[in-house]
């Protein structure tokens, strides 16, 4: 949710989805899973989570 704003950062939703065994799913708003996605706070990773995402729930996340 977007009230939680301070947690939606892109480490912390990348870790969530890459230590999912069998399934993964996200319960929320899209707009705060692209502010997580877009939220480079902190050390720079070089992931393609964005791109995975995307690819995942078919286009390109985007805020509604």
Wanted: overall charge positive.
């Amino acid at each position: 949710m977007t009230q939680h704003y301070a947690m939606l950062q892109r480490n912390l939703l990348y870790t969530g989805v890459t230590r999912g065994k069998r399934l993964v799913v996200l319960v929320g708003q899209k707009k705060a899973v692209a502010i997580a996605v877009k939220n480079i706070s902190g050390r720079r990773r070089w992931s393609k989570l964005d791109e995975w995402l995307g690819a995942k729930v078919g286009g390109e996340l985007t805020a509604q």
